[in-house]
């Protein structure tokens, strides 16, 4: 089994910043890409940030130059600092995680944690 347990999500005022972070638990032989969705109550979800083990960062045109998503490899663990806050951020956000399970085969899994709420108020 993996677990993906996120923390740090809460209630801000606009403008102000909050640091969500994920580990990842169990039976993992090696983690690839790990990120950050979000969804709004009646909308889809969408992917907000990405991080390859490597450290190379994609991220969401509404996101771009307020968040900023970050990992240690060596906990299993992946950030997102959210500083600038609007309202339009407040969603359940959830952790994602590409990866591989021991023993290790050829098949890579994924896995996503239970989501964390933001609410941004105006």
């Known amino acids: 089994q993996v677990q993906l347990v996120e923390s740090g999500g809460g209630l801000v005022q606009a403008g102000g910043s909050l640091r969500l972070s994920c580990a990842a638990s169990g039976n993992i032989f090696v983690i690839y890409t790990m990120a950050w969705y979000r969804q709004a109550p009646g909308k889809q979800r969408d992917l907000v940030a990405a991080?390859?083990?490597?450290?190379?960062?994609r991220y969401a045109d509404s996101v771009k130059g307020r968040f900023t998503i970050s990992r240690d490899n060596a906990k299993n663990t992946v950030f997102l600092q959210m500083n600038s806050l609007k309202p339009d951020d407040t969603a359940v956000y959830y952790c994602n995680a590409e990866l591989k399970r021991w023993p290790p085969s050829t098949v890579i899994d994924e896995s996503w944690g239970q989501g964390t709420q933001v609410t941004v108020s105006s």
């Open positions: 991080i390859t083990r490597g450290g190379s960062t």
